[in-house]
């Protein structure tokens, strides 16, 4: 896995529900080197108020889950696309987030960009990570942050993804969220 942070301590902090998980046959059969498939088994990826919302097919079901954590009526089998096949995994901002089977590379196709299939990280736990940090140095709701406030938060997140993964920021997908981030 890219990202070497304390996992278990997002865990043990996560609120219940938050971390979404795949089924272990699901995760075994998407990642069979292992890796991923403990990754997305034992940590998940956070559901961060719907930034990122799991394939229903895919999920193994937390109660605690909300029920605007899955998402429905994607499809969950692979894809052939220029790129190799993709498998979705669920939505994320507003586009369908895919993993490669070749290689584990984290992928999305957007309604409104001009990339059909666009890389943006090099792993599942990249992309748990960079979700993760989004809602963790978002403002809190008793907080009125003013534009450096969101460039400050922006430039935490990006140093912190940047020492694990160099493609988020490199994405169109991911810039563009950042142009959206101040206002969800």
Do not use: C
Not at 51 to 80: H, Q
Not at 93 to 116: K, M, R, Y
Not at 146 to 173: C, H, K, Q, Y
């Amino acid at each position: 896995m890219m990202v070497g942070i304390d996992w278990p301590v997002v865990v043990e902090r996560a609120a219940p529900g938050d971390l979404l998980r795949f089924r272990p046959d699901v995760a075994a059969w998407i990642w069979p080197d292992g890796d991923g498939a403990r990754f997305v088994t034992e940590v998940g990826i956070p559901h961060s108020n719907g930034l990122f919302r799991i394939l229903e097919e895919l999920a193994d079901r937390d109660p605690a889950s909300p029920e605007t954590a899955f998402t429905k009526g994607l499809g969950a089998e692979p894809v052939d696309t220029p790129h190799g096949r993709l498998q979705p995994l669920g939505m994320l901002f507003q586009a369908v987030v895919f993993v490669s089977l070749g290689d584990g590379t984290i992928w999305v196709s957007g309604p409104d960009s001009e990339i059909e299939y666009e890389l943006i990280h090099g792993d599942v736990s990249s992309l748990g990570y960079l979700v993760y940090k989004f809602e963790v140095e978002r403002p809190g709701p008793d907080e009125r942050p003013n534009p450096n406030d969101w460039a400050d938060v922006e430039e935490i997140v990006r140093e912190g993804m940047e020492a694990w993964d160099s493609l988020p920021f490199t994405s169109e997908f991911w810039t563009s969220f950042l142009d959206s981030y101040p206002m969800l």
